[in-house]
């Protein structure tokens, strides 16, 4: 019978990465490897600045973004609407409008992998391409030897977990939220945001669990949205590492801001910050890799300041 060690070191790891961006899919397999893991394998993530750069068109209409674009549905290039909900920080300038599409679009699309491999799979780690350690790891060269412990311990406290994130922000912690486990290493996840390391376990619950994330996704939920209401809707079966084991490592850029004055969430870069009026927002030119994106900032300049407005501010 297989040690839940042996169990962990060969799961399937789910890697988000962009094609455009070799070098983030090289160094998070590398310190994937390092860490211990044996099987990781890269799902191309969808890029909503390529979508854009090729006849992409955006409209906030009552809180919700309308995009469009180009896609090829059976071997036919076709276009395609959706929606994407608009959240306070993409509203204000903290996040990229279309590279938020894309990050929601792609967890989507490996979520749905993860319904079907979880079945098969008695875990299945979904990550991004922009790792660091945590200040949770007592000891780098035994990762998996704490993980398999900690987790060991939750299963006999709480039988009934389904997912756990390795690291995230945990927006509340009163009332009742996002409160203490019983055990020192795990917090409740009950509301937890920038789930860029998330582990989940087969169980009886565990499908219909991620068919609500999937469900809320296609709604047009963000990704970070969409997992924390499904904790809200499964209490009890989410739990984050407090402190963080997985981190999003804070000298990566992230893909998902152009501009903010508060530098958006904690790992954002923030050079990026502008100061000024609180929904200032500027055309930016973000430029990576030989190529120039530009975002949809003309168009938030004018929702930001209309809603600023509005607030009396």
Known sequence: METLFSLLQNMLI?????????????????????????????????????????GGRCRLLKGTWRLSHDEVVDGVRTRITRHLRASKLSTQGGTEVWSQYGCARSHLAVLEQVKSKILEEPFVLVVEDDLALGPGVTDSNHFLSQLSSNLC????????????????????????????????????????????????RQTHETNAILDHVVKLLKKGFMSDNALALTMKQFPGRFFVFDPALI??????????????KKGGQSGYNQDLCLGGHPAAFRLAAVVEGGRETIGCALEELHVNLSDSADDGE
């Open 153 to 200: 311990t939750l299963a006999d406290v709480y039988p009934q977990w389904s997912c756990v994130l390795l690291g995230g922000n945990a927006v509340f912690s009163h009332n009742g939220i996002n409160c203490p486990s019983s055990i020192p290493a795990f917090r409740c996840g009950d509301d937890v945001m920038q789930a860029h390391a998330y582990l989940w």
């Open 247 to 260: 981190v999003q490592d804070p000298s990566v850029r992230s893909n998902l801001q152009l501009v903010s």
């Open 14 to 54: 789910a890697m988000i990465s962009l094609q455009r961006q070799p070098h983030r899919t090289k160094t998070t397999t590398e310190f994937l490897t390092k860490l211990g893991f044996d099987r990781v394998v890269v799902h191309a993530a969808i890029d909503g600045q390529e979508l854009l750069a090729h």
